[in-house]
């Protein structure tokens, strides 16, 4: 076996080992499905079957926010702790122990995150009827397997930042704000939108299917795929931040 | 197995933790680590385990600087600050992620658990360990791998007069095997029973390094009366001390 599939492994013996996994990743589910629930029980039956997307992308989105803190919590906890000393004693090379953790963290939010997100269709299925959202159509497909990829690139790319910040709550203080933005509507605003669409949260609503092509307040200068492809640069950006901290610094 | 100090220096922006220090420590003996306190003991054991990089020198385990080392935890075990465990996490499941980083079999933590007198306690998370059984399980992560080189950074603290015992005798035993075997410690009259060989600094700088035998025998006061570890030792670091107490309160 690999010094890096060793590392990896062990990380996800860390992963499962502690209770604020559980808890963290039963919330996500918890509020991904109850607000998907609450909103998609306010829509009417024979409405346009595209809008049965907002449901499920709704409790999804507000859910990622969980998801967030469990990425950012799982690096933060190492610094708080003192586990660092240990796990860099015991894989000394600060690139694979990064990538180690990087790879844990990504599988393990992206097994919760498929299991959640197609929970949330079934969900939404029911409620609405058979011809909401129809798994026929690509749109739908765009948008669940966008989804899917948005909810682990951004738990990844939050999971790099809280390494080189070497902390939970200062992490969370600085991304919070930011990745609530978009609920907040700033994102919509004339001034900031030029530059605020390419926010990491902002591209997510694009790749589900939240924003309106071409609406002059809520469209955006990008489709779905290109969304996803600003989100890899944003990860891509911030793996390289966090492996060049872990690699200068004392631990 | 020998660890290879030399002209190890590191500076922080606070000023000089260590200061151009050179020392070998050999095996088949206990070497006791010595120094008041801020002497730069923990930080050179970081920087001989690479967690920390050097500002200059080197220190090096059979030859290879600890970073290079594929399994170091089959070759080195450390037990540095016994508090850093995770605190909703098992004792068994810290000994299993620390065993997966190095392919360590899951034998072997039963083997550490009974050796430390811990394997009644695997089930227990970190948070509910008292002090001495923390340092019990740094101690039983320590010889997870086997290692021919043990670090231990004030293994003793915590430890009820039955664990002075024991790890003393574990130390001395693990050393009698041939294991090269180093261990900080503010405890004198426990070094004197335990450190065969003694490396002794203050603030960062090399003081002595020598036999326990002859450096009571070389710091002795004048008149031949009650030699002993504690009084050497505060005789020898006595210009080197950094925080000294004084006045009444
Ligand atoms: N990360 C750091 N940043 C700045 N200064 C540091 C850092 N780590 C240690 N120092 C300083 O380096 C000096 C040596 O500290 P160190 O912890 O190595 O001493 P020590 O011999 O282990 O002391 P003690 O017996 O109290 O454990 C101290 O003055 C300490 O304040
Ligand atoms: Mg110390």
Redesign the interface.
């Known amino acids: 076996m690999s010094g890096f599939v060793r590392a990896a492994g062990a990380e996800w013996v860390k992963l499962r080992s502690v209770r604020s996994t559980v808890v963290t990743l039963s919330l996500f589910a918890f509020v991904a499905l109850g607000l998907g629930w609450v909103v998609a029980n306010g829509f009417s039956e024979g409405g346009p079957a595209a809008d049965a997307l907002l449901p499920i992308m709704f409790g999804l989105l507000t859910a990622q926010l969980v998801l967030v803190t469990f990425a950012v919590a799982t690096v933060g906890s190492e610094f708080s702790t003192g586990t660092i000393r240990a796990s860099l004693a015991a894989v000394p090379s600060r690139g694979r122990f990064f990538a180690a953790k990087m790879t844990a963290v990504g599988l393990t939010v992206a097994a919760a995150a498929l299991v959640v997100e197609v929970a949330v269709y079934g969900l939404v299925r029911v409620v609405i009827g058979d011809a909401a959202a129809p798994l026929t159509e690509w749109w739908t497909i765009e948008a669940l397997l966008g989804g899917w990829i948005h909810l682990t690139l951004l738990s990844v790319f939050t999971a790099s930042i809280a390494m080189m910040l070497r902390s939970t709550v200062v992490t969370l203080s600085i991304l919070l704000p930011v990745l609530f933005l978009s609920s907040q509507g700033l994102g919509n605003l004339d001034a900031i939108r030029p530059v605020v669409q390419y926010f990491p949260d902002q591209v997510g609503m694009v790749i589900m299917h939240m924003t309106v092509p071409g609406d002059p307040r809520f469209g955006r200068d990008y489709g779905p795929w290109e969304g996803i492809a600003i989100l890899v640069l944003w990860t891509a950006a911030a793996l390289v931040g966090g492996w060049l901290s872990m690699r200068r610094r004392d631990a | 197995m020998v660890i290879e100090v030399s002209n190890l220096t590191k500076r922080y922006r606070g000023g000089t933790a260590v200061d151009d220090l050179t020392f070998t420590v050999e095996p088949g003996r206990v070497t006791g680590f010595l120094g008041p306190n801020g002497a730069g003991k923990s930080t050179t054991i970081?920087l001989i385990?690479?967690?920390?990089?050097p500002t200059g020198g080197s220190a090096t385990v059979n030859g290879r600087p600890?970073?290079?080392?594929?399994?170091?935890?089959t070759s080195v075990g450390?037990l540095?600050?016994a508090?850093?465990?995770?605190?909703?996490?098992?004792v068994r499941?810290?000994l299993?992620?620390?065993a997966?980083?190095?392919?360590i079999g899951e034998r072997r933590i039963g083997e550490v658990l009974e050796a430390t007198g811990m394997a009644g306690v695997a089930r227990k998370h970190a948070k509910t360990l008292s002090l001495g059984m923390k340092q019990r399980l740094g101690v039983a992560?320590a010889l997870l791998g086997d290692p021919g080189v043990l670090i231990l950074d004030e293994p003793v603290n915590g430890l009820d007069p039955e664990g002075v015992v024991w790890i003393r005798n574990l130390m001395k035993g693990l050393a009698a095997e041939g294991r090269t075997v180093l261990v900080s410690s503010h405890l004198m009259s426990e070094m004197a029973l335990t450190a065969e060989h003694l490396v002794v600094i203050g603030r960062g700088r090399l003081l002595a390094d020598t036999s326990t035998k002859d450096f009571i025998a070389a710091h002795a006061p004048a008149d031949g009366s009650g030699a002993s570890l504690e009084e050497a030792f505060m005789r020898l670091t006595g210009a080197s001390v950094e925080f000294r107490s004084g006045g009444s309160l």
Not at chain 2, 49 to 53: A, F, P, Q
């Open positions: 970081r385990l690479g967690l920390d990089r600890y970073r290079s080392l594929e399994r170091p935890l450390a540095m600050d508090g850093d465990l995770h605190p909703t996490r098992s499941e810290h299993r992620w620390l997966r980083t190095n392919g992560a």
